[in-house]
């Protein structure tokens, strides 16, 4: 027993020196702690959102700080430290980086935790600049809020500081959206883009920009991976419109991205559905109307029978060419890509491949297609 122990323990000291499980070490300084206070908890975040304690680590007597970690892949540290309502420091290492220094200062004030510097890691970096973008106006926001709620303040100042609050919140976005573009291909990028989650209509394209930058390289990671997802399915307008690349009734693949160039109204419907059907007549009108100005329907069946789909097609006149199913019904590959769980369910695509809107049908689609070409 006691030599399959030693044996035990040797595998894992292998494993801990092969390719790719490399050690880092994270050391710095703290600053504006108690004594007390001044012990990291460091946690990895495992499966996307747990927190799995990984160490503790007391600061010396002058606020000096090591521990290190082995990662086989890029990970997120959670950084805590031993007082009540703790703010936090998210660490994110990856395997080629051995070394890694981060000086923390603490402030009472705010119970928030700064870096004021880093060596060896872009990542943290670009984190600790965010944090310096987000902390910034922030003394000037509290002190117009105070002076908004002083009994004091007319009707005429509180819109003075109202307008004033605004303002500084549009450059604060507006710096920290700049901020991410200059560093889309840093992995740090696909966590702090979510700081506009809330907002995500209006964010959408820099989440494009930020996955597009970073799938290549790190497709694995739960941040891009999130973020990819949130960008495919969520079908807001303004996102890229998700490929479908199917067969026609003649076994021709046909890709969405295809029509790029072209105003698209993605059709799921089927053969069997009623509403589907009674509609067809007013996209049919449509098409004919608006075809040679530049308007395609791709329409996706989500039949099961190949021979009632192709007379559906021929009996409601349905004359353009792009026809596709793989014929797996409710299971469409091309279904599954939109969440689409009901038909008839619509999906208008522009020019550029990005989504304008959705579930248009009868005279909605008509003026919303009056709109696009004028007439």
């Not at 901020?179 to 740090?188: E, H, P, T, Y």
């Not at 530049?294 to 007379?311: I, P, T």
Request: proline letters at 4%; glycine letters at 6%; charged letters at 25%.
């Amino acid at each position: 027993m006691k030599n399959n122990k030693k044996s035990i323990v040797f595998i894992l000291f292998l494993a801990a020196m092969l390719p790719g499980h490399a050690q880092t070490t994270v050391h710095g300084n703290l600053t504006g702690f108690a004594a007390e206070s001044a012990v990291l908890c460091v946690n990895e975040v495992v499966n996307g959102n747990k927190l799995s304690p990984r160490d503790t680590v007391r600061a010396d007597a002058k606020g000096r700080y090591s521990f290190s970690v082995t990662a086989a892949e890029p990970t997120m540290y959670v950084v805590s430290f031993l007082m009540q309502q703790s703010p936090v420091v998210h660490l994110m290492v990856l395997p080629k980086e051995k070394d890694l220094t981060i000086d923390m200062e603490y402030q009472p004030k705010f119970n928030v935790v700064n870096l004021t510097n880093v060596k060896g890691s872009k990542n943290m970096e670009l984190y600790r600049q965010f944090n310096a973008a987000v902390a910034e106006p922030y003394e000037t926001m509290q002190r117009i809020e105070a002076e908004y709620s002083q009994p004091s303040t007319d009707d005429k100042r509180k819109q003075e500081l109202a307008t004033m609050m605004h303002n500084l919140q549009i450059k604060q976005r507006q710096d920290i959206q700049k901020l991410i573009q200059s560093n889309k291909d840093c992995l740090m990028s696909a966590f702090l883009v979510t700081y506009f989650e809330q907002e995500f209509a209006t964010y959408v394209t820099l989440y494009e920009e930020v996955r597009d930058a970073l799938i290549k390289n790190y497709a694995t990671s739960p941040f891009v991976k999130y973020i990819d997802n949130k960008v495919r399915t969520s079908l807001e307008a303004g996102t890229l419109a998700p490929e479908i690349d199917m067969k026609d009734p003649d076994g021709k693949q046909r890709k969405l991205s295809d029509l790029r160039g072209k105003v698209v109204m993605i059709d799921f419907w089927a053969s069997w559905c009623g509403p589907c059907r009674r509609e067809n007549p007013n996209v049919v009108k449509l098409y004919h109307m608006y075809h040679d100005k530049g308007f395609e329907v791709y329409s996706v069946s989500l039949d099961k029978d190949r021979n009632a789909w192709l007379k559906a097609i021929k009996d409601d006149g349905l004359v353009w060419e792009n026809h596709v199913s793989d014929l797996k019904g409710w299971t469409s590959s091309g279904g599954a890509t939109y969440g689409i769980m009901s038909v008839p369910s619509t999906v208008l695509v522009d020019r550029k491949g990005r989504i304008i809107a959705k579930n248009l049908r009868g005279e909605e689609l008509a003026d919303k297609l009056k709109e696009i070409f004028g007439f």
